[in-house]
């Protein structure tokens, strides 16, 4: 089959590159002149494990083609894919300008039969919307059906997740565009879910905001363990092994963060207040999720006390390990209220540190881990890279102005901590 992708972020390329691996011919529209250029060359905008490679071997292999033409790919397209951001405005609505300006240049370019498939995360009634729009524009004896397709891949595990995912929803309102899709996705294993538009939108709001949820739920337990002297992790252990909740998402931190969790937690209640329901439930899982970044800086005054002019290294600045988003990462927070106490910041992460320059300032960033640890009176983790996991901690004592350590992420042994001479606190522990 030949299908568009209209984006090349972490899901139009990452599900661009499979279908491609998977036999299709695939072109990816995106808007800037250099992105493209670079993308032909098989450099890619931010890094997904194994994704690098996936790219090269499709564009070695003709099957990955990409361009900023419409002209070029959507007539030739049995189905295209919108794949764009939708971030949030101030108000949580989702800003869905890009969604309706490609729109208006995929119906410009429509020839024959073409499903136009929504993967960006909308509010229901937007796919319905797009196909007036478009419906509207189009010129010629062109056909088209809108279909809502929506996303569930993790960052950091794209590639697998989109290979075997959950379940793969698909929803419309014609069964042409159904079987299509279906058969699109065939050699992908994972069960179909079939509904209508509005469904499938739903569908996505709802996985994510009942994610949040469950780590808003455990970082209440976390924070009740503390106070009530209970084992949180082992409360929450407890629990998850009951097979009705599930052990995951289970784990306190500092909060939830990444470009999809407070944004479409957001939307939800901005859907439900634009129909005079009020998603209480979802409010709280916020407002818990905010205490959570507070309760690590709280952590570190109590441990520290002034921290007017004093060093405290952080470890981790991506929302989660294995990728480079920056979006709505804890560390953005928790770093701000560290710096309005007077602190000066030294900060590593493996992959994130170029984003991050662009949305945290006057703080410093290291070339590794022991140079954020050096002279620090406090360190703070706030991503469980695996390579933290695996640091040398006596060094990191010795480097250290005072051997303090809070673990928003809980990697590493309280027991072995104390008797390597730390201060050390977790989440619920
Ligand atoms: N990132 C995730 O883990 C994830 C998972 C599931 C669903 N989603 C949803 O998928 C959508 C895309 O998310 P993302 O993380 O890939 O976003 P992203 O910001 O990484 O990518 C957006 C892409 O849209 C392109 N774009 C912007 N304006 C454009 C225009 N005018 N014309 C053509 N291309 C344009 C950008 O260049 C970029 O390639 C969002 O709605 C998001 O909520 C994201």
Redesign the pocket.
């Known amino acids: 089959m030949t299908i568009t992708f209209?984006?090349?972020?972490?899901?139009?390329?990452v599900t661009a590159s499979i279908f491609a691996d998977l036999g299709n011919k695939v072109w990816v529209?995106?808007?800037?002149k250099q992105?493209i250029e670079e993308l032909k060359k098989g450099t890619i905008?931010?890094y997904e494990p194994g994704l690098a490679e996936l790219v090269k071997k499709n564009i070695k292999e003709e099957r990955l083609l990409f361009t900023l033409d419409y002209e070029e790919a959507i007539p030739d397209s049995e189905v295209v894919f919108i794949?764009?951001?939708?971030p949030p405005y101030k108000t949580g609505d989702a800003q869905l300008s890009?969604v309706f300006?490609?729109s208006r240049k995929i119906a410009k370019n429509l020839k024959g039969y073409t499903v136009v498939a929504i993967?960006?995360?909308?509010p229901p009634g937007t796919c319905k919307k797009i196909g007036s729009y478009i419906k509207s524009l189009k010129e010629g004896k062109s056909e088209f059906d809108i279909a809502s397709c929506?996303?569930?891949?993790?960052?950091g595990t794209?590639i697998p997740d989109t290979l075997n995912p959950d379940r793969i929803v698909i929803g419309s309102e014609n069964k042409k565009a159904e079987k299509l899709l279906m058969e699109l996705h065939r050699p992908i294993d994972g069960n179909f879910v079939l509904t209508n538009l509005e469904t499938s939108e739903l569908i996505?709001y709802a996985a994510n905001s009942f994610l949040a949820t469950k780590i808003s739920f455990a970082n209440a337990i976390a924070k009740l363990s503390e106070i009530l002297g209970a084992d949180g992790l082992k409360v929450l252990e407890g629990i998850g092994l009951d097979r009705r909740i599930g052990s995951e998402f289970l784990f306190p931190g500092p909060g939830y963060g990444?470009?999809?969790f407070p944004?479409?937690v957001k939307a939800l209640v901005a859907i439900a207040k634009d129909y005079d329901y009020s998603f209480s439930l979802l409010e709280s899982v916020e407002r818990v999720n905010e205490q959570a970044k507070r309760d690590i800086v709280r952590k570190v005054r109590k441990l520290v006390g002034d921290l007017r002019g004093v060093t405290i290294g952080v470890l981790g600045l991506s929302f989660k390990p294995n990728t480079d988003?920056m979006r709505d990462a804890p560390s953005i927070d928790i770093i701000e209220l560290l710096k309005r106490d007077g602190a000066n910041i030294k900060a590593f992460d493996p992959q994130a540190i170029e984003n991050a320059k662009g949305i945290i300032k006057d703080i410093k960033f290291t070339e590794n881990i022991y140079d954020a640890a050096k002279d620090a009176q406090a360190l703070v983790i706030l991503t469980e890279w695996n390579d933290f996991k695996e640091v040398d901690l006596g060094k990191i004592k010795n480097l250290m102005k005072n051997p303090v350590i809070i673990d928003g992420r809980n990697i590493y042994d309280p027991q072995k901590m104390k008797e390597l001479g730390f201060t050390y606190v977790g989440v619920g522990r």
Do not use: M, N, Q, W
């Not at 529209?29 to 800037?32: E, N, Y």
């Not at 929506?150 to 960052?155: A, Q, S, T």
């Open positions: 209209i984006g090349h972020g972490y899901v139009g390329l529209i995106g808007h800037t992105k905008p931010f794949a764009v951001g939708t890009t300006e490609v993967k960006s995360t909308v929506p996303e569930f891949l993790r960052e794209a996505k990444g470009s999809c944004k479409d988003d």
